[in-house]
Each structure stands twice: as structure tokens, then as C-alpha cells.
């Protein structure tokens, strides 16, 4: 499986970006995105189990951010609106072959991408 992560860059506080996956190689069943700033753990941002079209976000950034998918290109998105200094990292598309809810929100995916730098400017 190859993940392939796109998106990221340098914005103002307040502007949007959006990231995307492309996902090639078999079938998976929940895709996520992770972040990981400097100095501090990976930590869960969003996911989206793909059978049941539900999706998941942590706490910090409900409200502003937005996962979704495009079946046909197999890919995930993530509309990141009102974007804060704080939401600085590296984020980390992820995917699993698992569809249950047990360790979404963990760092126990099976297939990781490269990474896609976004810095948000105060």
C-alpha cells in the first residue's frame, strides 16, 4: 500500500488549506490523519471509516476541520478552515485494513505516508 500526501504549506492564522491522500495498492477500510509538531508526540487529528462514511476528529479541532473522501480516486481529504499557530506539524496521512472503532484514535494504522509540512503564521 502507498500512501501519497499532498497539501501542505504556509499560511496566515485564520486561512484554510487542504491536505490530500491517495491511496493505492489494496483495500482499506479507515483512512486518518495525524500531526506531530516539534518536540511532542503524533497525535490523531481526523478519520474516516470508509464502509460506513463516519467520520472522527479530535476535540482541538472540531468545528475547523473537515475529512472527507473521493471514492473513485481513492483518496481523503482535509479542508483545514481557521487555522491557528498551534495547528503547526507535520501531518501524516494513515490507513488501516481494520473498520472498527477500537484504536481509531490511536497510532495503530497499518500504513503510514510521507508526511506534508503545514506552518501557520501568527
Known amino acids: 500500500v502507498q500512501l501519497q500526501a499532498s497539501g501542505g504549506g504556509l499560511v496566515q492564522a485564520g486561512g484554510s488549506l487542504r491536505l490530500s491522500c491517495a491511496a493505492s495498492?489494496?483495500?482499506?477500510?479507515?483512512m486518518g490523519w495525524f500531526r506531530q509538531a516539534p518536540g511532542k508526540e503524533r497525535e490523531f487529528v481526523a478519520a474516516?471509516?470508509?464502509?460506513?462514511?463516519?467520520?472522527y476528529y479530535a476535540d482541538s479541532v472540531k468545528g475547523r476541520f473537515t475529512i472527507s473522501r473521493d471514492s473513485a480516486k481513492n483518496t481523503v481529504y482535509l479542508q483545514m478552515n481557521s487555522l491557528k499557530p498551534e495547528d503547526t506539524a507535520v501531518y501524516y496521512c494513515?490507513?488501516?485494513?481494520?473498520?472498527?472503532?477500537?484504536?481509531?484514535?490511536?497510532?495503530?494504522?497499518?500504513?503510514w505516508g510521507q508526511g506534508t509540512l503545514v506552518t501557520v503564521s501568527s
Open positions: 494513515a490507513a488501516r485494513t481494520r473498520d472498527t472503532i477500537a484504536g481509531l484514535i490511536t497510532t495503530a494504522y497499518d500504513f
Open positions: 495498492g489494496r483495500t482499506l477500510f479507515t
Open positions: 474516516f471509516r470508509w464502509r460506513l462514511g463516519s467520520t
